[in-house]
T-cell receptor, first 111, second 114 residues
Framework: GQQLNQSPQSMFIQEGEDVSMNCTSSSIFNTWLWYKQDPGEGPVLLIALYKAGELTSNGRLTAQFGITRKDSFLNISASIPSDVGIYFCAGHPKRGQNFVFGPGTRLSVLP | SAVISQKPSRDICQRGTSLTIQCQVDSQVTMMFWYRQQPGQSLTLIATANQGSEATYESGFVIDKFPISRPNLTFSTLTVSNMSPEDSSIYLC???????????FGDGTRLSIL
């Protein structure tokens, strides 16, 4: 079935730095979602993208739906300690199919 | 979004026993799902819980091992049967508030089998 790849797998950054991570697929997706999972909790939706080229912000977070419909990126500006967690992308191949989740990017923020 | 409550939040079980996990939503939803998240891994869909009919299982998951109930539009249960250490995972319930809308997750049930 369809698979998503996320890079980097993990990253360590200094507090205040900007972060960029991305999600790619070999096939087209109709919807892209970005979730964050904190330890001991379920994933929380950060941003949802529905159209190719769409650029959406949520506070310090910005995500874009790639124009090829095979990728998406998430940027975090001016990172803070509470940004620590695992960021999952999820894609919806087409109407009627279930969401597919990427393997996640583990973010650590050093003070 | 919706408030999704899972019980228990964690449990430690003996090999060979079964555990039923409950998922309660504060509003009626059409679609409810059950996922497994093995340690350090991503989310894998177990099944879609269908109200009034049998659940739809993904490849690699069977009803005998993971029976699911969905008696109404706000509640579902997942049973992990005849547990072995390989079943040690986080089990997550999620809901879709509308067709092809993003899924929202409960906080999960952390299951350890001795």
């Amino acid at each position: 079935g369809q698979q998503l790849n996320q890079s980097p797998q993990s990253m360590f950054i200094q507090e205040g730095e900007d972060v960029s991570m991305n999600c790619t697929s070999s096939s087209i997706f109709n919807t892209w979602l970005w979730y964050k999972q904190d330890p001991g909790e379920g994933p929380v939706l950060l941003i949802a993208l529905y159209k190719a080229g769409e650029l959406t912000s949520n506070g310090r977070l910005t995500a874009q739906f790639g124009i090829t419909r095979k990728d998406s990126f998430l940027n975090i500006s001016a990172s803070i300690p509470s940004d620590v967690g695992i960021y999952f992308c999820a894609g919806h191949p087409k109407r009627g199919q279930n969401f597919v989740f990427g393997p996640g990017t583990r973010l650590s923020v050093l003070p | 979004s919706a408030v999704i409550s899972q019980k228990p939040s964690r449990d430690i079980c003996q090999r060979g026993t079964s555990l039923t996990i409950q998922c309660q939503v504060d509003s009626q939803v059409t679609m409810m799902f059950w996922y497994r998240q093995q340690p350090g891994q991503s989310l894998t869909l177990i099944a879609t819980a269908n109200q009034g009919s049998e659940a739809t299982y993904e490849s690699g998951f069977v009803i005998d091992k993971f029976p699911i109930s969905r008696p109404n539009l706000t509640f579902s249960t997942l049973t992990v049967s005849n547990m072995s250490p390989e079943d040690s995972s986080i089990y997550l319930c999620s809901v879709e508030l509308g067709s092809n809308q993003p899924q929202h997750f409960g906080d999960g049930t952390r299951l350890s089998i001795l």
